[in-house]
Antibody, heavy 120, light 107 residues
Framework: QVQLQESGPGVVKPSGTLSLICAVSGASVSSSDWWTWVRQPPGKGLEWIGEMFHSGPTTYNPSLEGRVTISVDKSKNQFSLSLTSVTAADTALYYC?????????????WGQGTLVTVSS | EIVMAQSPATLSVSPGERGTLSCRASQNIDSNLAWYQRKPGQAPRLLIYGASIRATGIPARFSGSGSGTDFTLTISSLQSEDFAVYFCQQYSNWPRTFGQGTKVELK
């Protein structure tokens, strides 16, 4: 059974960098899937942040382009999210997820989510 | 980007009743649509992909239909465990986008 688990600081200071890790078990980040981050600000809908195709190309939401980086660490079987110059608008529940190539790219597995608050 | 609109925002139903949820895309997405269920404190669960294909382990009471811009998720006979939030997602274009969700609550 594939499981994803997010981890990282729960509070980040304004103008700082938000860094999260997603530990993957039951699957390999080297597989031909999309390793994805999604977030949901309080009281708002889900926002797709971006994805990396195993260790290849990345695609980011244009609304976050220039601030976001997704990378994969094969040695630790995990992937990560880095978001720079954060503001209060980046406060959200952050999910890591797997887009399954077998299902045409559909996200088939999600982590439980981790709440990140941007506050001084 | 493609905007996904779900309706209704809240659906009040009694156990055993049929529930029908709608999702509309702002442009053609063929059948590149997924439906998810989310309960508080839990990871979202994939129900349907390819607009109408049930994911592994999903009960037959869940069915999806539609293509192009209009899609429907039907729960044929609501069980107590089905009361949750349901959202749709298109994966036809980047950026991927989600509907705002429909909350299915006990009437």
């Amino acid at each position: 059974q594939v499981q994803l688990q997010e981890s990282g600081p729960g509070v980040v200071k304004p103008s700082g960098t938000l860094s999260l890790i997603c530990a993957v078990s039951g699957a390999s980040v080297s597989s031909s899937d999309w390793w994805t981050w999604v977030r949901q600000p309080p009281g708002k809908g889900l926002e797709w942040i971006g994805e990396m195709f195993h260790s290849g190309p990345t695609t980011y939401n244009p609304s976050l382009e220039g601030r976001v980086t997704i990378s994969v660490d094969k040695s630790k079987n995990q992937f990560s999210l880095s978001l720079t110059s954060v503001t209060a608008a980046d406060t959200a529940l952050y999910y890591c997820a797997r887009g399954r190539a077998l299902y045409g790219g559909t996200i088939d597995t999600w982590g439980q989510g981790t709440l990140v608050t941007v506050s001084s | 980007e493609i905007v996904m609109a779900q309706s209704p925002a809240t659906l009040s139903v009694s156990p055993g009743e049929r529930g029908t949820l709608s999702c509309r895309a702002s442009q053609n997405i063929d059948s590149n649509l997924a439906w998810y269920q989310r309960k508080p404190g839990q990871a979202p669960r994939l129900l349907i992909y390819g607009a109408s294909i049930r994911a592994t382990g999903i009960p037959a009471r869940f069915s999806g239909s539609g293509s192009g811009t209009d899609f429907t998720l039907t729960i044929s006979s609501l069980q107590s465990e089905d009361f949750a939030v349901y959202f749709c997602q298109q994966y036809s274009n980047w950026p991927r986008t989600f509907g705002q969700g429909t909350k299915v609550e006990l009437k």
